[in-house]
C-alpha cells in the first residue's frame, strides 16, 4: 500500500496541533541538559490488518528493562529527529528507511530518568521489508502489534506507576504496554478517532522486570512477531 489511510493521516494531521501539554501534563519541559533523542512510531498494513511496530527490550538492559517501547534512541550531533528515528529503527531492527514515509512529528517529551528529550516521530511503512533483532544488546523482539487489540476495551487498564501516579496501559497477551509508550499510543488512537470506551477503573501494578526469555516466543494474543 503506497497510501497511509484515512486515520494515519488523521493521526498525523492532529499531531501538528499538539502541544507537549496534551501529551503530558505530569512532566515539566526538557531542560537544556537533556539529550536529544527520537523514536519511531511506525504504522504498517498487512493482510492482518492494521499494525503498529514495537520493540521488546532486551531482559537484561539497565534502563526498561523488557518493556515495550518504540525502536529509536539518542541523537547524533546535527541530526534531525527523523534521521535519528530512522537510523535507530535501521540499526535496531534492519528497517529499511527507503520504505518510510515520515508523516510528522510529536512535540518532545522529557524522561527524567533517562534525561532524554524524546521526539516521536510518526511515520508510515509504504514499502515493506525484512525486520528482526539486529542488536540484541538493546532488543529482545520485534512485534507488529494489531491496532484492533490496542483499541479493543477488554486489553484496556491502568497501570499505577512505581513513582506512584496512574497511566494508560495494554495487556496483550502476558505483556503490558505502559509507561511513556503507552502514553503516547493512547493519545495517538484518540487523535485517530479509534479508540473505544473502556474502564479505567481496571487496574494493574507496573509489572516487574521479566525474566531474560528466548527471543521471538509469540506471547501475546494476535500479536505477531516481525522475524
Same mark, same amino acid.
Given at each position: 500500500?503506497?497510501?497511509?489511510? !484515512?486515520?494515519?493521516?488523521?493521526?498525523?494531521?492532529?499531531?501538528?496541533?499538539?502541544?507537549?501539554?496534551?501529551?503530558?501534563?505530569?512532566?515539566?519541559?526538557?531542560?537544556?541538559?537533556?539529550?536529544?533523542?527520537?523514536?519511531?512510531?511506525?504504522?504498517?498494513?498487512?493482510?492482518? @490488518?492494521?499494525?503498529?511496530?514495537?520493540?521488546?527490550?532486551?531482559?537484561?538492559?539497565?534502563?526498561?528493562? @523488557?518493556?515495550?517501547?518504540?525502536? @529509536?534512541?539518542?541523537?547524533?550531533?546535527?541530526?534531525?529527529?527523523?534521521?535519528?528515528?530512522?537510523?535507530?529503527?535501521?540499526?535496531?531492527?534492519?528497517?529499511?528507511?527507503?520504505?518510510? !514515509?515520515?508523516?510528522?512529528?510529536?512535540?518532545?517529551?522529557?524522561?527524567?530518568?533517562?534525561?532524554?528529550?524524546?521526539?516521536?516521530?510518526?511515520?508510515?511503512?509504504?514499502?515493506?521489508?525484512?525486520?528482526?533483532?539486529?542488536?540484541?544488546?538493546?532488543?529482545?523482539?520485534?512485534?507488529?502489534?494489531?491496532?484492533?487489540?490496542?483499541?479493543?476495551?477488554?486489553?484496556?487498564?491502568?497501570?499505577?506507576?512505581?513513582?506512584?501516579?496512574?497511566?494508560?496501559?495494554?495487556?496483550?497477551?502476558?505483556?503490558?504496554?505502559?509507561?511513556?509508550?503507552?502514553?503516547?499510543?493512547?493519545?495517538?488512537?484518540?487523535?485517530?478517532?479509534?479508540?473505544?470506551?473502556?474502564?479505567?477503573?481496571?487496574?494493574?501494578?507496573?509489572?516487574?522486570?521479566?525474566?531474560?526469555?528466548?527471543? @521471538?516466543?509469540?506471547?501475546?494474543?494476535?500479536?505477531?512477531?516481525?522475524?
Amino acid at each position: 500500500m503506497s497510501r497511509p489511510p !484515512d486515520w494515519v493521516r488523521d493521526i498525523a494531521e492532529a499531531a501538528r496541533r499538539l502541544g507537549a501539554e496534551d501529551l503530558s501534563r505530569s512532566l515539566p519541559p526538557p531542560p537544556a541538559s537533556a539529550r536529544d533523542s527520537a523514536v519511531l512510531v511506525l504504522f504498517a498494513q498487512s493482510s492482518a @490488518g492494521a499494525e503498529l511496530v514495537l520493540i521488546e527490550r532486551a531482559h537484561d538492559m539497565r534502563s526498561h528493562p @523488557g518493556q515495550l517501547a518504540f525502536p @529509536g534512541g539518542g541523537a547524533d550531533a546535527d541530526e534531525t529527529a527523523a534521521q535519528t528515528a530512522l537510523r535507530e529503527a535501521e540499526e535496531e531492527i534492519g528497517l529499511d528507511p527507503v520504505g518510510v !514515509d515520515v508523516l510528522g512529528e510529536l512535540p518532545a517529551l522529557w524522561l527524567p530518568p533517562s534525561n532524554f528529550a524524546v521526539t516521536c516521530v510518526l511515520a508510515w511503512w509504504r514499502e515493506e521489508s525484512p525486520v528482526g533483532v539486529v542488536d540484541p544488546v538493546e532488543v529482545a523482539d520485534v512485534l507488529r502489534v494489531p491496532i484492533d487489540e490496542l483499541v479493543d476495551p477488554r486489553h484496556r487498564v491502568t497501570v499505577r506507576h512505581p513513582m506512584g501516579y496512574r497511566g494508560p496501559g495494554f495487556v496483550l497477551g502476558d505483556l503490558v504496554l505502559w509507561g511513556f509508550t503507552a502514553s503516547v499510543v493512547d493519545t495517538l488512537l484518540d487523535l485517530g478517532g479509534l479508540a473505544e470506551p473502556w474502564d479505567p477503573a481496571r487496574t494493574l501494578s507496573a509489572p516487574e522486570p521479566a525474566p531474560v526469555s528466548a527471543p @521471538g516466543a509469540d506471547r501475546a494474543r494476535g500479536r505477531r512477531s516481525a522475524r
